[in-house]
């Protein structure tokens, strides 16, 4: 059973910044309000389920939605993980570090302040700062935790380098990267320190933005809103390279009669007993197939078969999109 501080986790949880950033419009989308108020009653006191949010999603909406949200909710059913240490600079979906102790600072009480709580469940230095020291800014999340402002605090996108120093500054709860059939580094070094030290890794695009439910045809198009119109896979002849990528997917999935998002997902959790996928959504339909990926247990032959798929050769970031 997966634990943050203290508490279990629900090993399927919700990616919110979707709702408010980097996707651009999606005109099927359900009300964000709804989507995220089925998500938060999915929760239980004995499992909550965890719903991801950042400050810099919007900037500032993502956590606003979620706040307004929260009010009406049991909270024990929740636990809800903020970020802070990114700075969106109005050009787009493009962002900058920022993890000064000043502003990590100002940006948690902000945090607070929008989300409508005194302590947040798990925050997470959003970006290590090549300019300040891990350990100043860690240690001054760690001073918000021991002023009661913070429950548990993690790290994301960082080494077990980065790791070992925060740890020895003030215990590291969860790690949270990119992890998918698509995108594996993280399964070599990082998921095994955190095993070994009883640390959550809270996987965030695990349905690889959308690729692994084989929604992205050849015939797909990201206008100039959408993050992935500037991601190397997501060019209209790697997506139509990547495409026989997902043949094992579809295949596994067509005969457990599920979809292929959900083999993803189970492939996923087989991976390690510390991972917590978080996929977004925009859809109470997507969201269920999501949560119904619990159910889903592939068997050591299908998990051999997608572990031997490729992953895609293009990197994850173009320069520009950073």
């Not at 295949?251 to 979809?259: D, K, N």
Request: aromatic share 6%; net charge negative.
């Amino acid at each position: 059973m997966v634990t943050i501080s203290g508490r279990a986790v629900s090993g399927v949880g919700l990616g919110c910044m979707g709702m408010s950033f980097a996707y651009g419009d999606d005109t099927a989308s359900d009300d964000p309000r709804v989507v995220l108020g089925i998500a938060a009653q999915a929760g239980t006191a004995e499992r909550a389920m965890m719903l991801d949010t950042a400050d810099v999603y919007g900037p500032f909406h993502n956590e606003e939605l979620l706040g307004r949200v929260l009010s009406h909710v049991e909270r024990e059913r929740v636990l809800v993980a903020s970020k802070a240490g990114l700075i969106a600079t109005g050009d787009g979906n493009r962002t900058r570090i920022d993890a000064r102790p000043e502003h990590l600072r100002e940006a948690v009480d902000a945090s607070l302040q929008r989300l409508r709580m005194e302590r947040i469940d798990l925050h997470y230095l959003h970006r290590v700062d090549p300019s300040v020291p891990i350990e100043e800014s860690w240690g001054t999340l760690a001073e918000m935790a021991t002023a009661g402002k913070i429950a548990a605090l993690g790290l994301s996108e960082v080494g077990v380098d980065e790791l070992e120093r925060a740890q020895a500054v003030h215990p590291v709860a969860a790690v949270q990267s990119e992890l998918s059939l698509f995108r594996r580094a993280q399964l070599a070094e990082v998921v095994p320190w955190c095993e070994r030290n009883g640390l959550v890794f809270v996987a965030y695009a695990p349905l690889g933005r959308g690729w692994l439910t084989g929604a992205v045809s050849p015939a797909t198009r990201f206008g100039e809103d959408d993050f992935r119109s500037r991601l190397p896979m997501f060019a209209p002849q790697a997506i139509l390279e990547n495409q026989s990528l997902l043949a094992e997917v579809r295949a596994i999935a067509e005969r457990r009669r599920v979809t292929a998002g959900q083999v993803a997902l189970s492939w996923l959790s087989a991976q390690s007993p510390a991972i917590v996928a978080i996929p977004g959504t925009r859809r109470i339909s997507r969201l269920w197939e999501n949560l119904d990926s619990r159910r889903l247990r592939l068997d050591s032959d299908e998990l051999d078969r997608l572990s031997g798929v490729p992953e895609p050769r293009q990197p994850r970031y173009a320069e520009s999109a950073r």
